[in-house]
């Protein structure tokens, strides 16, 4: 388990007394002890979905548990190395 500073509403030390105490109190009761912030989000990820023959995604997603990693991952670094290797060949 982490273990973090104090936090300034629920004195909590750990990511689990965090839940603990939201999970009995109502941020409403605290609200003056809050404070505005601002920040700015880019996103800059997108994602495509392409439809794979269901073997395939069995035998991908088997590969990727041999290699303790993700089916997704795994087959972006695939994508990736072929299309490197027909860039080279052009």
Do not use: C, P
């Not at 800059?44 to 069995?58: I, K």
């Amino acid at each position: 388990m982490s273990v973090i500073t104090n936090t300034s509403i629920s004195n909590a030390t750990s990511y689990q007394e965090i839940g603990e105490f939201w999970d009995n109190h109502d941020l409403t009761d605290f609200w003056e002890h809050t404070q505005a912030v601002t920040f700015d989000v880019d996103i800059q990820a997108e994602q495509r979905y392409y439809r794979v023959d269901n073997s395939l995604a069995e035998q991908v997603g088997e590969i990727a548990r041999q290699r303790g990693i993700s089916a997704e991952t795994l087959l972006n670094l695939w994508l990736q190395d072929k299309i490197n290797q027909v860039s080279v060949s052009r």
